[in-house]
């Protein structure tokens, strides 16, 4: 009653008619499932329920499965994830050996796959995959800023393949304009697609979709013109990372006893320690080896005369090596006078430093909305771990937090679900006390449904024997 | 009270500002812990269904209230907005009825708003980038606020301090690339900005990650996701208003330049480009309005029932007539058309100059067309008012646009308007809805049609360089313009 009065009077613009008209269209129906039924995943204050995603289907392929099926569980999946971080290494060098327009077109499929997996989490949360329209308008944002920044920065680096055709000569020189239009279009599409009662639905997916970009479209696009740079430039900052990560796992492994941060438990101080000292050091022999092969330090050119792309050029300054005098403190430990290094090494200190203390917020920013949006798994596993390596230039060390995430989540179902006896009694009382008619079952499902799934299987069961 | 109100849940609903009773039941019985609170809600849920659901309903419908998302339900309402007009009006007006009382109050308050503006104005550019600046840093207040109350997150730990922050880098960021162009003189001069200016992207970077640092420390178990959708929310609203009120700036301070004692380069921008879209949006605001109050019949759009088809395109034709004309005259002053210069002998703003080819008068042949109808063969017209057709068209068409956007915003969020600022108005925000979009356009049109390359950045930059890097320029372009035979081949080589 209170809900709609507050209703009636929260209802003073021009559509007021037809709020009351549906009003008065609930009066009649049974509103307890209805209340029931709402407060499902709807309590935005205190973090309860979204409704969780399916148990993911073991993905792992069969040749693998019957491989290991002799251990057990717990070095299964050691062995599983072992195997699969080689593949995808060895991917990843595949990729390089073939060139720096491969790996454009890596780093924007990793782009876009990352994309989708935020916003399917975004339908689910909202429940709103179903909402007009708006799959559509979220891939055609996608894609207009893509091309406003494919444009912005990649014409560059084709300019002599470019200069040669007309037609192309137009869309460069109104770009800006072009895109923006475009643009603009998507965003008349989302005014026009405004559905009555489904307001805010609509503006937190439109503001969803837009953050989404803003984290994954710009990051990809500066990575890519780090990588165009040089291609020194985009593997030694991704390696760092990843170094990070397997440092510190393997550091807080052997030695990991005081905890980092609440929201991952699993973080230790001595990871934290030992896996940046191990990056540093990482970083600076990594990038002594890489600068001393042209493949890898010149920019990427198209040769308009070959047709191709090519990596050639005089090497900057950077990347020729230098006598250093080494500082007083070190000349002791070390007992070298003068030392030769590349003037990329010491960046690389710079950069591996960065990667260590700053790349794990990284990892707990993405922790944390995991948590908040009750994420056991990733959706996809492989693409969600590589794509956070390789699209967030900071660093988000997924894996680790992964498996807290899951481990916390299955506890937390396990207490909860001592409860459900306690639940499923009354449950089955009112059962009985009522008319068992169809509508009764219906709402018994849904009332059910509120609890966390193990619960829920456990209820569902009972009181389908009971109403049978 | 519990003393970890942090991690508390039930003190942390108590705290929160809430309707009446808006303490949850669970919350009040548990002492924060998720799983007693989940024993305890399938407890009342259950008994719920035992007692017929009278005891409980009242409980959850109240916290259904704002809990639904899919079907828009109740956001907590602004209480009635407390009438803000001055007292002085409310007595001058005391003996009309309430609604010419309500136009009176919007009217005067019109006029006053836009005296203002055309005061500030009149005493430059300098205070007009102020007034940029304030609305900006209003309008994402007041959104922001809207955000609190959606969420009940006003006493989120943190909070308030992590938007204001990020508003700073932000800003810093943007009028660190934006300003050291315009004050190019002031800056060179002290040696501390220097250091400023070449590290700036770098330092605006570590002041966000520092914020972002912050964020990711003060993440509180059981409130993750509320922190999240601010954290969003903050964003967005930085995406809205802050980009949008640069480009607006930049479009006022364009082409800035920068002046040395030997080289006066000096490339043309005028405040024409900022007044031009800007009132041609507010007049087609007010034509829209007046045609639709005289002539409306037709409804335009689900979202605004209030807008007509014969007030959108009344008002459009006024508002490309309206531009032509307000250009006509803008263009014939130099305060308007000349760029805004920074003297270091005077250590004053100065606006004179040399009017560009955009702000000289040409002569156009009229088209066969409108020959017949208008009886001339020729017209003498600036090349601006061309450009200020396009702008006014953009900004009746695509204009309203922001102004839907808005409206269905409100609606979303169950806001009469977003904030209180204006009597009889509401909110700044409520005013400048479209003027966004509109920024945006001006700034994109410049830059494509208007703007060519800008040789005194390039020269800056070129300035910049090494002495090698400079001479290899200098002789890559020299052989280029002997090619085209611009510059005759010197025998000195």
Redesign the interface.
Known sequence: ???RR??R??A????GEEEEEEEEEEEGSD??PD??E??DD???????D?PDVPPSIDSTPEILRRALSGLSARWKNWWIRGILTLAMISVFFLIIYMGSFMLMLLVLSIQVKCFHEIITIGYRV???YDLPWFRSLSWYFLLCVNYFFYGETVADYFGTFVQRREQLQFLI?????IS?ALY?AG??M???S?V?????????MF??T??TL?ITVTQSHLVIQNLFEGMIWFLVPISSVICNDIAAYIFGFFFGRTPL???SPKKTWEGFIGGGISTVVFGFIFSYFLAQHQYFVCPVEYKSETNRFVTECEPLELFQMKKYSVPLLLRSVLGWETVNMYPFQMHSIALSTFASL?GP?GG??AS??K???KIKKPVTKLAGEWAAQLVKP?GDSGKSSQVTTWLEASR?SL??SA??P??SR??R??LK??NQTLKRQE?TTI?LR???QNGIKILQTQSLGTVA
């Not at 709807?42 to 309860?48: A, K």
């Not at 020189?173 to 304009?177: I, P």
């Not at 009555?196 to 937190?204: A, G, S």
């Open positions: 009653m209170a809900a507050r209703r009077r929260a003073p613009e021009e559509d509103q307890e209340l029931i709402r407060l709807l309590d935005l204050r205190n973090d309860s979204v909202y429940h709103s020189r109104y770009h800006r304009f923006f603009l965003f008349c989302f005014v026009l405004l009555k009662k489904h307001y805010r639905l609509q503006f937190y503001a969803w837009h953050v803003l941060i609440k929201l700053i917020f707990f920013f944390g909305f948590r908040a949006f900071v937390y207490e909860v409860s459900v306690a639940a009354q449950c009382k009112s006390e009522e709402t009332n509120w609890l966390p």
